[in-house]
Each structure stands twice: as C-alpha cells, then as structure tokens.
C-alpha cells in the first residue's frame, strides 16, 4: 500500500480542564469522561495520558502536547466519586515523564492537590449539601496513589468556588485565593523499626548514612542524609557535604551534568535504602519518586524573581530535585516531608533549622519562602505525625475538550 493510500485515524476529543494548582499546571480529566479503554489502569491510559501531555519528545519541549516541559508543568489528574466512607472524591495523579514514555503512578502531587477540591465542586463530584452558599467547603480527598486522606478548604461565593483573591504564592506571578490543605496522617506509620518502605523512618533511623562505590567514585562517602517517608519518600541531605550552600537558583544545578548524575546517584542509593527498590539500576523506571532535598541554615539571598529573602524571613533553607531536575520552587508534597522533618529533633532538617521541638517551620526555596505546619509526638519510641498543613491557591486556565489521534491509545 502507498503512502497516499494509507487511511490515517481522526482525532478524538476528551473532556478536559486545564488548571493550576500550587505552583503547578496539569490537565484535569473525570475519569467517567475518559475513553472506556483508558477508564482502568494500563498502557491504554499511560498511552492516552502521554499523547495528551506531547511525550515521549526528544526535543524536550512537549511542543505537540499540552505539557510546559518541565516537571512541574507534565502532569495528569484523573478524578472522580470517592468510593471511600467519608470521601467526597478519589484524587489519581500520574507524573508524565517529558523524554520517554512512561508516566509515574508513585507518589502524590501536592501542589496540584489545591485545584482537585475546585475541581471536585465544579464537576459535581461533591454532594451539594456539603457546599455552602457562601464561606468554606471541605472537600475530603482520598489519594489514590499514597493512600492517603486530604482536606482542602475550598473558599465558595454565591454558591461557586471562588478562585481569585489576594493570597500570594511565591513561585506563582499573580495573587488568587487561598486553599487551605490538610494532609491527614502524611507519614507511613508502620513499623518504623523495620526495614523497607513500612514505617515514616524506612531504616529505623533518623539520620543514616549513604555509602556505595557509585557514591564514592563521585568523592561522597558516608554521606549522611534523613530518608523520610512523609507526604513523599524524600532523602535529606547537608548542602555543605555535597558542595553547596542552599541558596542556589535553578540554573546553578539544572546547567550543570555533573551536578545532575550526583543528584540521581544519591536518589538511587537512597531509593534502595528506603526499600523503595532493590538495586539502583531500577531508580530510572521511577522517576517521581523518591525526591532528593538538600538543606542549609538561614542565609540571606536573591529569589529567582528578584526578592530579598532575608534570615529573618525563614527557619532552613531547602531545595530539592524533581524529575531530575532542581524544582523552581517547591513541591507540595516535598513540603510535608520538610514540615515533618523539621517537627522531629534531630533529623537533618530540624538541626539545619535549629534543632527544638516546633510545630512549624518557614523555609526558604529558589522562587521565595512558605511556611508548612506540622504537629509531631513520639508514642512508645515511635514518631507519629496527625497532619501536616500549607497554604496554597488554584484556578481554572481552560476547559472543554484535549484532542489527541484516535489511534494513540
């Protein structure tokens, strides 16, 4: 058969809302909208959900897709009616990668986590006697991916949810309104004794050490380092051992390979010590998590945006890694660990911040600051955590329909 003979599939159209959560964007689907193949957990749905984004892309741009081509901005939300008591709604979120095919179903994300209470309402996912005409809707999430409850409080005006407001976000250019979020219980509270994933502390310990020839050959041995599971499996590590202060800015790491291959050589040791993989050759099939944070003491500094962050602003400073990358602010979910961290003494984050007992803690990242509170107890020699909270804001960009080629899925 010719070229020209060959019969090429349509398009199709897919409800679809554009939206920004936290500092964050994704493309919002009710699962009941998605085609029937690509209602269940497969490669029909990743296939779907890359072809929507515009991965895998070579060119790194995600030109062909609605994805912005960086961590922050391939994101996939699918929700619908919680089948869980005292849930409104089941909240899926998939990490799309931007240069392979693959989309991550390990981990939460936070900051898209703000805009699946708007959505929820807005799409009748929430029954209406739960929203009030006027003041604050609490929208209970069960997500899906950690198993976890979250709480937003959505801000609801003449019976719709109110997205504009002068809450400001550092990380997002313009005010909107405020959207409380509460991650009930964020920590895996198993046995924190044993090893593997079970427990908010994997290994049993609040501070370990990384240690492997991979490690060594990049001049990091015994590296100490705070391995949490607590909103996301995160791995802490001192800016000072690994060669930075904890002020630097996107460019100073996202430019630098060498910097980047330390970065993912940490994340895969740490990934193993955690028990989230069994051998570092398997950290590339899992991108999104676990993240890799490191953290400083106050020290003033220059955001990306131009503003003085002074120390007074802030209690640590922090930066972390996502998708191989360093993030341009910080990731909500990365945000509960720190929160967490920071509430049990003597982890690498409490120390950086002072050390002491605290139920919150402000902390200083490349586009500005954020305070994140968390409540911390220990019960028997174990810690546990009743939630963690932030602040962050949400709103629709577009809506109506993504169109990707009938046979792409």
């Known amino acids: 058969m010719s070229s020209q003979d060959t019969v090429h599939q349509p398009q199709i159209k897919i409800p679809a809302t554009y939206m920004r959560g936290g500092t964050s964007k994704g493309v919002f689907f009710a699962l009941n909208d998605l085609p029937e193949s690509a209602q269940k957990p497969g490669s029909a749905r990743d296939n779907l959900l890359l072809r929507v984004i515009g991965s895998p892309d070579p ?6 897709g609605m994805g912005g081509a960086t961590s922050s901005t391939s994101k996939t939300v699918i929700l619908s009616k919680s089948d869980k008591d005292d849930h409104d709604v089941n909240y899926l979120f998939g990490q799309v990668a931007i240069d392979k095919a693959f989309v991550d179903w390990s981990g939460n994300c936070g900051n898209l986590t703000a805009a699946v209470g708007s959505f929820a309402i807005s799409n009748g996912l929430v029954k209406g006697s739960r929203i009030p005409h006027n003041g604050i809707a609490e929208v209970r999430i069960w997500q899906q991916n950690i198993q976890k409850t979250i709480i937003a409080h959505v801000p609801i005006t003449d019976g719709e949810v109110q997205e504009t407001g002068d809450f400001e976000l550092d990380g997002v250019t313009f005010p909107a309104a405020e959207v409380l979020i509460e991650f009930m219980h964020p920590a895996d509270e198993g046995d924190a004794t044993s090893q593997g994933p079970s427990g908010m502390f994997p290994t049993g310990n609040i501070v370990d050490t990384l240690d492997s020839p991979e490690l060594a050959a990049i001049g990091l041995s015994n590296l100490p380092a705070t391995l949490i599971n607590a909103g996301i499996p995160t791995i802490f590590v ?21 910097a980047l291959t330390k970065f993912e050589t940490i994340r895969a040791q740490g990934a193993v010590q955690m028990g989230l993989i069994s051998d570092i050759s398997q950290a590339a099939s899992r991108q999104h998590t676990p993240k890799v944070a490191f953290v400083a003491p106050p020290t003033p500094y220059v955001s990306s945006s131009g503003k003085a962050i002074e120390v007074d602003d802030i209690d640590v400073l922090v930066r972390a890694m996502s998708m191989g990358k360093l993030h341009h602010a910080m990731m909500g979910t990365a945000a509960v660990a720190i929160g967490t961290a920071a509430a049990i003494p003597g982890t690498l984050v409490n120390l950086a911040a002072g050390g002491g007992e605290r139920n919150e803690v402000r902390f200083g990242h490349p586009s500005g600051t954020l305070k994140v509170g968390a409540a911390a107890e220990q019960v028997d020699g174990q810690w546990s955590v009743i939630k963690a909270s932030m602040s962050r804001s949400a709103r629709v960009l577009m809506e109506g329909w993504v169109r990707i080629p009938q046979d792409s899925f």
Do not use: F, M, R, S
């Not at 060119?59 to 062909?64: A, E, L, R, S, V």
């Not at 930075?244 to 390979?257: F, K, M, R, S």
């Open 59 to 64: 060119y790194g741009k995600q030109t062909d």
């Open 238 to 258: 001192n800016a000072q051992d690994i060669g930075y202060t904890g002020t630097e800015l996107q460019d100073v790491i996202n430019g630098d390979p060498a």
